[in-house]
Structures are given as C-alpha cells and as structure tokens.
C-alpha cells in the first residue's frame, strides 16, 4: 500500500486537492454572479465613468450594499476593480460584458445564467438516469419549441449566438479562404453575424443568410452596406435550404441534434449543393480520451437542453459519408471551433 507519509512534496500536493476541488463544486456562484452583473448593464454604466456604489444602485434599482457585496466578489477574479476612493470601475476582462463591445460576451452570460438554461442543469441527475433532455420536462416541449413562442428568451439565445460569433469570427477568417466561392448559403445563421464577416473580407462572393422567418425579421445584415450582396430566405433546415450554391456553412447547427436529426439536415445540403461545393461544419471537434477538453462541457449542455451531442472528427466523418459527403479536413482555429470541410461524394 503506498503512502505520502514522510513525503513532503506529496503531503503539499494532496493539501491542494481540496481547494481546487472546492473552487469545481462552487463555480455556479460566479456563473450567477456574472449574469446578475450584466443583467444590470454594470460594465456598460462603467464604460460611461468610474462610480461609487450607490450611484451604481440608484441606476440599477438595487440595494447598494448587495451590489456591494457583489461587485467586490466579482473584483476578486478579475471583473470591475474598486480604487481607493471607492468607485468602481472596468477591468480589461469586464470591458467584455458591455453590450457595446465589438467582442461582447454579454449574450453568452445572460443564457447561461437565465432561469431558462439554468434550471436543466439542476435537474442533471434525471438526465443521466433517463438519456432526456430535462428541459423537455420542465418547460414541457423541446428547447426550440419554447423559443419560438417566448420572443423574450429567443432575444437572449439570438444575442448569445452573436456573442460567440464575436468570439469565434476572427479565428475562422483566418483559418479558411472563402474568396474562391460565388454563393456562400449561412444555414441556420441566425443574424448572420459570420456571414456580414465573410462577405466584409472577400469582396466577390454571394450571400444567403438562410433561417426561421422570425430570427430573419431582426437581422440587420439584409438592411446595411452589403444588402446588394446579401439576400435573406426563411427556412426550415429540415425540409429544404436554398440551392445551387457553392459553399453551404453550419455553424453550431449540426451539434444541437442527434444523429437521425443531424442527417435529415446534411441531406438537404446533399441535395442543394452544386457538384463541386463544399460543406462547412463550424464546431467544437472533440478530443478523444482524458485529454482536457472544453468542448465536454458544451456536450453536456447539449445533453440536459436538447437531444443533440459534441463529436469526434471520426464521429463527423460517420455523419458525413452517410449524407452522401466525403470529409476533406478538418481545419482548426485559434478558438474553440473547428471547421470540418466535405464535398458531395
């Protein structure tokens, strides 16, 4: 039997244990914590001047020694500071939850902190044991479903969805060339936030921003300088998407279904594509065995909220070549996304 005792350097290792653990089992506070935060509009009233709490209060409706309490936690990892005379004021992290911020992170955290996203995760234990969702039973339909008739929670998952465009846009321009294509369709592009990116960097390209008639009334693509360029069509994936083009982009698509969902989609692309197109899968591409991995975490979002997975790029290619595609590569970028290119088999 082995053992630390009379081992200095183990005994100090094992002391740590504890506290890392600890920091694990109590992350939902500062996932709490950050959504309040930016539920408030704290980082967008600091943007405009350093203030004292109570200034900060008497704006946001709330009682200023909670919002104390709050900020300073916040202040420990990092967001908002408080100087000397006692106002606070924006870190470089915290600049990133102003609504404003050409990078903003403010949508992610409004979702992931909303009683909507936040409830399932409570109810995680039901999900193992059943292989439910546990949205579907709180909320008695599946996720979708329930932002099609919630106009407010479908405002903050379109928000979100753009604020992990802001986060992921820069590392897929520069991983991919899309200058080559005629017509690029953006599947599923919500307010086409990675498509107005596209066509600002490649002048000759096409544009299709291609999704459900009301995520299409609030893009703004369509109304600004690359409307000429840029036609909207409303959809449903399931039954058809726009043809004849020569570049079809889904990104974070494919991973909010299951197997059986995910091909009825890639083969309504199958049937779109023109002959020598290709398929662009914009998601996190899972690594295999121990290796750490953030993309797990988002696996099993997908697992309480909906009926969809994370994959391998084996488990990708599976999906692909059942479609009727052949994988050419997969194509890793400086975030958290990876773009998995096919063309028609």
Not at 66 to 89: K, N
Not at 176 to 191: A, K, P, Q
Not at 220 to 240: K, N
Request: proline share 6%; net charge negative; charged share 20%.
């Amino acid at each position: 039997m082995e053992t630390n005792v009379g081992n200095p350097v183990s005994q100090a290792a094992d002391a740590l244990y504890p506290a890392r653990l600890s920091q694990l089992i109590t992350g939902f506070r500062i996932t709490q914590a950050i959504y309040v935060a930016a539920a408030l509009g704290i980082a967008d009233l600091l943007a405009i001047a350093p203030r004292l709490v109570e200034e900060l209060a008497r704006v946001t409706g709330t009682h200023a020694p909670s919002l104390d309490r709050l900020l300073l936690m916040l202040a420990s990892i990092g967001l908002f500071t408080q100087d000397a005379d006692g106002r606070f004021r924006n870190t470089a992290l915290s600049e990133h939850l102003r609504d404003d911020h050409p990078h903003s992170m403010r949508g992610l955290a409004l979702m992931y902190g909303a009683p909507w996203t936040w409830a399932p995760w409570g109810a995680l234990d039901e999900t193992i044991r059943t292989g439910r969702p546990a949205f579907d039973r709180l909320y008695g339909r599946p996720m979708f479903e329930h932002l099609a008739q919630n106009a407010s929670d479908a405002a903050i998952y379109n928000k979100a969805m753009s604020s992990t465009s802001a986060r992921d846009l820069p590392g897929i321009l520069d991983a991919y060339d899309f200058s080559g294509f005629e017509c690029i369709v953006d599947v599923g592009g919500g307010h086409g936030a990675l498509l107005q990116a596209i066509l600002a960097r490649h002048p000759s390209p096409r544009g299709v921003l291609a999704d459900q008639a009301p995520v299409l009334a609030n893009a703004p693509l369509t109304h600004g300088s690359l409307a000429g360029r840029c036609t909207a069509v409303p959809i449903d994936f399931f039954q058809a998407v726009p043809a004849d083009a020569d570049c079809y982009v889904l990104k974070q698509i494919v991973h909010d279904w299951n197997d059986q969902d995910a091909l009825r989609i890639l083969r309504n692309v199958r049937s779109a594509i023109r002959p020598d197109g290709r398929l662009l899968l914009i998601d996190i591409v899972l690594k295999a065995g121990n290796e750490p991995d953030p993309g797990r975490g988002l696996d099993m979002h997908m697992l309480v909220t909906l009926k969809g997975r994370e994959r391998t790029a084996a488990e990708v290619e599976v999906l692909l070549d059942q479609a009727g595609f052949a994988q050419t590569r997969v194509i890793p970028t400086a975030g958290l996304p990876s773009i998995v290119e096919s063309r028609p088999a």
